[in-house]
């Protein structure tokens, strides 16, 4: 090849590699492809994508719906978790953790038996969200009334510390090399802690967001991705640092955040019927790329890595109640009985 030709080559390889973030944002194209109607009691709060495992574990208010994500059919049901908002998979020990916020308690279970191995009393009031960590093999659960994190044994089931943050926690993340970070939703702050001795490391505001809910995390650029409810916005965190890189507008009520690194997209889903995309053009740069229709209701999320496809739950509900003198807060209206179901999003 002669040396023109070789610079043509190096040009145009040269200028492949710096588009592909561009076309990447620019291909989103996601949309409902089914609609799985599944029934059952309850409510319901965070959803886990095992991708390894091909099961997708969904809350339900006292129990656990675990659906085959290959057949799309419900394969297995985890009882008396009450109050149960997030599951936590650890692979390695055949152990799935829920946080049963109604009981202050984790359940662990057999994820290839679905049977219940043990209950674990948390030291802290309504554990919320659940994480497993790689890194230490300790489950965590982010207690949110309790304002406290606590650590479970992943081999043994036992507690093994607790970090006592302050304020209403949401979700947390762990960036695999030894720090978890946490959602402190009645500061607008995310908290910092050490995953073998539990002490706090920092605590970072959230200069772009009021009443963080949902957190996600890029290990590759060290980026965290916090969905702000009160504010509708995104703040993205350097959590080496703590600055905060960028603000993006996304959809209104959101409860869940995720992030697909294979496609460098972000995603926060909301209440509205709508999830928001954003993709990471860059560590500092971050462009809303669609706007994703699912349904009303549909809050929380799961991101499936190993497919990239996303899952959403909600339900049909009747009538809002009548206003209840004296009390502020608006209540939700009922869930018609047997009408919910999950949406399966694909490109």
């Given at each position: 090849?002669?040396?023109r030709?070789s610079?043509?080559?190096?040009?145009?390889?040269c200028?492949?590699?710096?588009?592909?973030?561009?076309?990447?944002a620019?291909?989103?194209?996601?949309?409902?492809?089914?609609?799985?109607?599944?029934?059952?009691?309850?409510?319901?709060?965070?959803?886990?994508?095992?991708?390894?495992?091909?099961?997708?574990?969904?809350?339900?208010?006292?129990?656990?719906m675990?659906?085959d994500?290959?057949?799309?059919?419900?394969?297995?049901?985890?009882?008396?978790?009450?109050?149960?908002?997030?599951?936590?998979?650890?692979?390695?020990?055949?152990?799935?953790?829920?946080?049963?916020?109604?009981?202050?308690?984790?359940?662990?279970?057999?994820?290839?038996?679905?049977?219940?191995?043990?209950?674990?009393?948390?030291?802290?009031?309504?554990?919320?969200?659940?994480?497993?960590?790689?890194?230490?093999?300790?489950?965590?659960t982010?207690?949110h009334?309790?304002?406290?994190?606590?650590?479970?044994?992943?081999?043994?089931?036992?507690?093994v510390?607790?970090?006592?943050?302050?304020?209403?926690?949401?979700?947390?993340?762990?960036?695999?090399?030894?720090?978890?970070?946490?959602?402190?939703?009645?500061k607008?702050?995310?908290?910092?802690?050490?995953?073998?001795?539990?002490?706090?490391?920092?605590?970072?505001?959230?200069t772009?967001?009021?009443?963080?809910?949902?957190?996600?995390?890029?290990?590759?650029?060290?980026?965290?991705?916090?969905?702000?409810?009160?504010?509708?916005?995104?703040d993205?965190?350097?959590?080496?640092?703590?600055?905060?890189?960028a603000?993006v507008?996304?959809?209104?009520?959101?409860?869940?955040?995720?992030?697909?690194?294979?496609?460098?997209?972000?995603?926060?889903?909301?209440?509205?019927?709508?999830?928001?995309?954003?993709?990471?053009?860059?560590?500092?740069?971050?462009?809303?790329?669609?706007?994703i229709?699912?349904?009303?209701?549909?809050?929380?999320?799961?991101?499936?890595?190993?497919?990239?496809?996303?899952?959403?739950?909600t339900?049909?509900?009747?009538?809002?109640?009548?206003?209840v003198?004296?009390?502020?807060?608006?209540?939700?209206?009922?869930?018609?009985?047997?009408?919910?179901?999950?949406?399966?999003?694909?490109r």
């Amino acid at each position: 090849m002669n040396a023109r030709n070789s610079c043509r080559v190096a040009a145009l390889l040269c200028s492949t590699l710096f588009a592909v973030p561009q076309l990447g944002a620019q291909s989103v194209n996601y949309h409902v492809v089914k609609t799985l109607s599944v029934g059952g009691e309850g409510g319901w709060d965070y959803l886990t994508a095992d991708g390894p495992g091909g099961r997708l574990y969904v809350s339900r208010g006292s129990h656990v719906m675990v659906i085959d994500m290959a057949s799309t059919q419900v394969v297995g049901d985890i009882p008396n978790t009450n109050g149960v908002h997030g599951i936590a998979i650890a692979t390695e020990f055949n152990r799935g953790f829920i946080s049963d916020g109604g009981d202050t308690t984790a359940t662990i279970f057999d994820l290839k038996t679905l049977q219940t191995i043990a209950k674990v009393h948390v030291t802290g009031a309504g554990p919320d969200a659940i994480l497993y960590d790689p890194f230490t093999k300790r489950a965590f659960t982010m207690n949110h009334s309790g304002g406290s994190a606590t650590a479970i044994d992943a081999a043994t089931g036992r507690v093994v510390g607790t970090s006592d943050i302050g304020g209403i926690l949401e979700t947390g993340q762990s960036d695999d090399a030894g720090t978890i970070y946490v959602n402190v939703e009645s500061k607008n702050e995310i908290a910092a802690f050490d995953a073998s001795t539990m002490t706090v490391k920092a605590h970072w505001a959230l200069t772009g967001c009021e009443g963080p809910s949902g957190l996600a995390i890029d290990r590759e650029h060290g980026r965290l991705f916090a969905s702000c409810g009160e504010s509708h916005t995104m703040d993205v965190m350097d959590y080496h640092t703590g600055q905060i890189v960028a603000t993006v507008p996304i959809c209104v009520g959101t409860d869940a955040a995720g992030f697909d690194p294979g496609l460098q997209l972000a995603f926060a889903s909301c209440g509205d019927g709508t999830i928001t995309a954003v993709h990471e053009d860059s560590p500092d740069k971050f462009t809303v790329v669609q706007t994703i229709t699912t349904e009303r209701g549909a809050r929380t999320m799961a991101v499936d890595e190993k497919s990239h496809k996303l899952y959403t739950v909600t339900a049909q509900f009747g009538p809002p109640p009548a206003p209840v003198p004296g009390q502020t807060r608006r209540q939700r209206p009922p869930m018609i009985p047997g009408s919910f179901h999950v949406l399966v999003i694909d490109r």
